[in-house]
């Protein structure tokens, strides 16, 4: 039997729109505000105006700033790649049965508070012949074991997927080598997978404030810290600013979620 939409459907979508309103309105204020000339004693803005994207998309201190947390984000998401994705394979491969001790393991991350590792972190690379504090690499060191959560429970769920035993032995019975059946068999099977678990990491790590703020601060200045150090700075400035940030972590989500659509 199909169930007839009840009487209060109605006040069910009511609700649901209403709360999505909610959540917009700041964002529409703050979208508003960044392209407004002056906004101050009235309901409306006195003027529309561009100004402040070009001046922000000019500014070579918030390019430089962007760049940097490209950098850093595909550093780490690249070394997660290399490290986590051939450690999978052996495990669901070979050891199966280390699975929940990984699943443990990767847990650990969030464990301790990115504060507590940052002062570790920079008692341990400080000074000595590792000295890396205030430069790009102990970010990517930090950045690869915030990602590897994400990484390794999307990896994992698509491996379970495609039921890597059973294609690898198919492979292998055709006349494929192991390295053959890994690189030409399962790895085209792992494209989409893969592509989410590396979007979602990035947009979860292009907004990481606390680790770039005590490890490097000004010294590599990313975006997040680019953004506390402008706080000061022209209102509808840092509007501008948080715009552009939220329009392009929203691009990649979308794009995380399309590819995710298009994987199941």
């Known amino acids: 039997m199909r169930a007839e939409p009840g009487k209060g459907g109605w006040y069910h979508r009511l609700v649901v729109y209403?709360?999505?309103v909610i959540?917009?309105?700041p964002l529409a204020g703050t979208l508003l505000y960044s392209l407004s000339t002056s906004w101050s004693a009235s309901l409306l803005p006195s003027g529309l105006?561009?100004?402040w994207y070009v001046a922000l998309w000019?500014?070579?201190r918030f390019l430089a700033a962007f760049g940097q947390s490209l950098l850093v984000c595909v550093g780490a998401l690249l070394l997660s790649v290399v490290l986590i994705l051939p450690l999978l394979f052996v495990v669901?491969?070979?050891?199966?049965?280390?699975?929940?001790?990984?699943?443990i393991?990767?847990?650990?991350?969030?464990?301790?508070p990115p504060v507590v590792s940052s002062v570790g972190l920079l008692q341990l690379y400080g000074s000595g012949p590792l000295a890396m504090v205030g430069t790009p690499w102990i970010l990517i060191g930090c950045y690869f074991t915030v990602a590897l959560p994400f990484m390794y429970r999307a990896i994992t769920n698509n491996l379970q997927a495609i039921n890597l035993r059973d294609l690898m032995d198919a492979a292998q019975l055709l006349g494929a080598s192991p390295w053959q059946a890994a690189l030409q068999v399962v790895l085209p099977n792992l494209r989409k997978g893969l592509m989410v678990a590396l979007l979602l990491s990035f947009s979860f790590l292009f907004g990481e404030f606390v680790f770039a703020n005590l490890l490097v601060g000004t010294r590599y200045e990313t975006l997040q810290v680019y953004l506390n150090n402008m706080r000061n700075s022209s209102g509808h400035f840092n509007s501008a600013l948080v715009i552009s940030y939220f329009t392009f972590v929203l691009v990649l989500t979308w794009v995380a979620n399309r590819l995710n659509k298009d994987k199941t």
Not at 105 to 111: E, G, M, V, W
């Open 18 to 20: 209403l709360l999505f």
């Open 23 to 25: 959540l917009l309105l």
């Open 105 to 112: 393991l990767i847990l650990l991350p969030f464990a301790v």
């Open 49 to 51: 105006t561009l100004k």
């Open 58 to 60: 000019s500014e070579p």
């Open 92 to 103: 669901h491969y070979h050891f199966p049965r280390l699975d929940a001790l990984m699943n």
